[in-house]
């Protein structure tokens, strides 16, 4: 059974056409999330909204609780997460309006706790291909047949903020070949594949980031106008994906999302910290109990 998680970014508070929605709040052995979650259901399809900045936004990128935000998903039964988030982008032909269908990371943040993982139980999950492309070709087809301008594959510099770039790290990142740059896709790609749910990014670009001649002539006005247009465009997207998904997901999924942690856990069993695995239940309770 599919049950669609909706991470929502600046600009996406909530998701249009629901129904039987209500709000509650999920309990996290690592916390408390960003705000209460949306249940609901959706052509069909059963959703569960989480605000990653809270209702409001008053969750910073480095305040977020990204553990708990992607344990309490796994626990309300997601087993599919479809992240969208505000970003700049660090190419001209990506300019303020257009989507990108991430698929690569570059993490430069610093100040997160980036593993469910540790002391008492260790494991180390593959990076190498961090979103589903089952998902990712579901969102950009239906991208491509609601005339957004979007494009499928890129790669997301994740960077600590609150602050934005430097000129010279801005240069940095554009001579890495980087296609856009924001703050809150990680560590929760990673957490995401840690959990076992399949993922993927949809960022909207809503300014070029200062690299771009154009930087200091853009004014504030101009970028709260493309973020609204892109999280109505946002919540368009969300909608013409949830039929898509509703008649259920291969098994195991192709992308092997569903089965990341098969052969990460390092710790034997004798030295596993009880402590961890009670607190590891949802995460990974499915390798845990063999």
């Given amino acids: 059974m599919t049950v669609l998680g909706v991470l ?14 209500h709000w509650k709040r999920v309990a996290s052995p690592f916390g408390e999330t960003s705000d209460e979650f949306m249940f609901g259901v959706l052509d069909g399809l059963d959703v569960v909204f989480a605000p990653r900045h809270g209702r409001g936004h008053f ?8 553990r708990a935000n992607i344990d309490a998903l796994k626990r309300s039964g997601v087993t599919d997460i ?8 660090l190419k001209e032909e990506l300019p303020p309006g257009h989507f990108v269908v991430v698929d690569q990371f570059i993490d430069r943040t610093f100040a997160r706790e980036k593993s469910f993982f540790g002391e008492g139980l260790v494991a180390h999950v593959s990076m190498a291909h961090p979103t ?3 998902l990712a070709q579901a969102v950009y ?13 890129g790669t997301y510099l994740a960077m600590e903020g609150p602050q934005f770039s430097s000129l010279a790290e801005s240069k940095l990142y554009r001579s890495w070949g980087c296609d856009v740059i924001g703050m809150t896709n990680m560590p929760e790609a990673k957490l995401a594949r840690e959990a076992e749910i399949c993922y993927v990014t949809v ?7 200062c690299w771009h001649p154009d930087h200091d002539h853009v004014q504030v006005s101009d970028i709260i106008r493309v973020l609204t247009d892109n999280a109505e465009k946002a919540k368009t997207l969300v909608s013409m994906v949830a039929p898509l998904l509703k ?26 910290s009880p402590a961890m695995i009670a607190k590891l239940d949802a995460v990974a309770g499915r390798v845990l109990k063999r």
């Avoid at 960022?203 to 980031?209: E, F, I, L, R």
């Avoid at 008649?247 to 052969?263: F, I, K, Q, T, Y």
């Fill in 59 to 66: 969750h910073s990128p480095s305040t977020i609780n990204y």
């Fill in 203 to 209: 960022a909207m670009v809503t300014d070029y980031d």
């Fill in 82 to 89: 479809l992240s969208v988030s505000a970003c700049g982008s």
């Fill in 141 to 153: 087809a239906c991208g491509k047949k609601a005339g957004f301008p979007i494009k499928m594959g």
């Fill in 132 to 134: 589903c492309n089952r």
């Fill in 247 to 272: 008649d259920g997901r291969p098994a195991p999924c192709p992308s092997g999302c569903d089965h990341a942690l098969e052969n990460a856990l390092i710790t034997g069993p004798a030295a596993r």
């Fill in 8 to 21: 929502g970014g600046s600009g996406v508070y909530d998701i249009a056409g629901v129904k039987n929605a």
